[in-house]
């Protein structure tokens, strides 16, 4: 089945969106979103990346929302497109568990639809830029590295390389998870996520002010089902192996992480859903050519932090990507 037309987007002008199908399984019609917005005619004659497509893949109980993320790049004469995956946001359905999938592979027909229609086929005539958050960060290491010399460069925000516990953790839990996934994988868990992090935003004020998608990016996030937690540990155990992303790859993380065990008001300056000392050790073994930026006051999207470390955010990746991609 072929894709849809551009419609418009519930993000308003200049987003627009398009549903890619992919498919079925048992739960039904599956389809991948993808939401683009394009650069004005200057930008596009005179602003330094005018060649260069960016593809953006969100984390973990999330859809892309982040405009100021989109016009960043549109500034610099980037089309921006961003993947709502498969059972997340715009592309989740009726019935579906949301962000269940049993292997991170799977998302490679997620993103070779998108990319079809960018126009970047086997042979594309643009350069690409693969920016993830969190899971999404894992999910485009893990695509980069069987990948390679697709993207030009590779930028990761707060992404999930490592299990918050540890190395230690993983290893210990894998094989009762493997097993547990073989047996019951969509088996209820219990719930882990207080709202914290949702709260800390809400304070920010970096929410979206969206109606009727609430249940896209619930305060509480998803329920986490064996199966989807023991596809993540196969990709931190196969980054923690050493992979090699085949490009040059900046990783923006926060300075700290604070446990979210309670509410404090460092929550609002620190990363809470990871341990970002684990994260930016994991990082050196994704290639060659990593670069590694803390940004002191962020918060685990660090493009949603308050007003300073965003634009401290912001300012790293705007002259890391120009020099990277103009070089």
Request: hydrophobic share 45%.
């Given at each position: 089945?072929?894709?849809?037309?551009?419609?418009?987007?519930?993000?308003?002008?200049?987003?627009?969106?398009?549903?890619?199908?992919?498919?079925?399984?048992?739960?039904?019609?599956?389809?991948?979103?993808?939401?683009?917005?394009?650069?004005?005619?200057?930008?596009?004659?005179?602003?330094?990346?005018?060649?260069?497509?960016?593809?953006?893949?969100?984390?973990?109980?999330?859809?892309?929302?982040?405009?100021?993320?989109?016009?960043?790049?549109?500034?610099?004469?980037?089309?921006?497109?961003?993947?709502?995956?498969?059972?997340?946001?715009?592309?989740?359905?009726?019935?579906?568990?949301?962000?269940?999938?049993?292997?991170?592979?799977?998302?490679?027909?997620?993103?070779?639809?998108?990319?079809?229609?960018?126009?970047?086929?086997?042979?594309?005539?643009?350069?690409?830029?693969?920016?993830?958050?969190?899971?999404?960060g894992l999910v485009l290491t893990l695509w980069s590295a069987r990948n390679p010399g697709r993207a030009s460069a590779l930028i990761l925000n707060s992404p999930w390389l490592e299990l918050q516990t540890g190395a230690l953790a993983r290893q210990?839990?894998?094989?009762?998870?493997?097993?547990?996934?073989?047996?019951?994988?969509?088996?209820?868990?219990?719930?882990?996520?207080?709202?914290?992090?949702?709260?800390?935003?809400?304070?920010?004020?970096?929410?979206?002010?969206?109606?009727?998608?609430?249940?896209?990016?619930?305060?509480?996030?998803?329920?986490?089902?064996?199966?989807?937690?023991?596809?993540?540990?196969?990709?931190?155990?196969?980054?923690?192996?050493?992979?090699?992303?085949?490009?040059?790859?900046?990783?923006?993380?926060?300075?700290?992480?604070?446990?979210?065990?309670?509410?404090?008001?460092?929550?609002?300056?620190?990363?809470?859903?990871?341990?970002?000392?684990?994260?930016?050790?994991?990082?050196?073994?994704?290639?060659?050519?990593?670069?590694?930026?803390?940004?002191?006051?962020?918060?685990?999207?660090?493009?949603?932090?308050?007003?300073?470390?965003?634009?401290?955010?912001?300012?790293?990746?705007?002259?890391?990507?120009?020099?990277?991609?103009?070089?």
């Open positions: 089945m072929a894709a849809e037309a551009w419609t418009p987007d519930l993000l308003g002008a200049p987003f627009e969106q398009r549903t890619l199908p992919l498919g079925e399984d048992a739960e039904g019609e599956l389809v991948a979103t993808l939401v683009r917005s394009l650069p004005g005619w200057r930008q596009r004659m005179l602003a330094p990346l005018n060649d260069v497509d960016v593809l953006y893949v969100h984390g973990w109980s999330d859809f892309f929302f982040q405009t100021e993320l989109a016009r960043a790049w549109n500034d610099l004469g980037a089309r921006f497109y961003a993947l709502d995956l498969r059972k997340y946001g715009r592309s989740l359905r009726d019935g579906q568990a949301p962000g269940y999938v049993d292997s991170l592979d799977t998302y490679d027909a997620d993103i070779a639809a998108a990319l079809a229609a960018m126009g970047l086929g086997d042979q594309p005539s643009r350069r690409l830029v693969l920016l993830g958050h969190s899971t999404g210990a839990l894998s094989p009762v998870l493997r097993a547990h996934a073989r047996v019951a994988p969509l088996a209820a868990t219990p719930a882990i996520d207080m709202g914290f992090y949702a709260r800390a935003q809400g304070e920010i004020g970096s929410l979206p002010n969206l109606e009727g998608v609430e249940h896209w990016r619930p305060a509480a996030a998803f329920p986490i089902h064996p199966g989807w937690l023991n596809a993540i540990l196969a990709g931190h155990q196969r980054v923690a192996a050493g992979v090699d992303v085949g490009c040059p790859a900046l990783v923006l993380l926060s300075a700290r992480s604070t446990p979210p065990f309670k509410w404090v008001d460092a929550l609002t300056s620190t990363d809470s859903v990871l341990t970002v000392d684990d994260v930016a050790r994991a990082a050196v073994r994704i290639g060659s050519m990593v670069t590694l930026a803390r940004i002191e006051g962020a918060i685990h999207d660090v493009f949603l932090s308050r007003a300073a470390p965003r634009a401290h955010a912001y300012g790293v990746m705007r002259r890391w990507a120009t020099q990277t991609l103009r070089d």
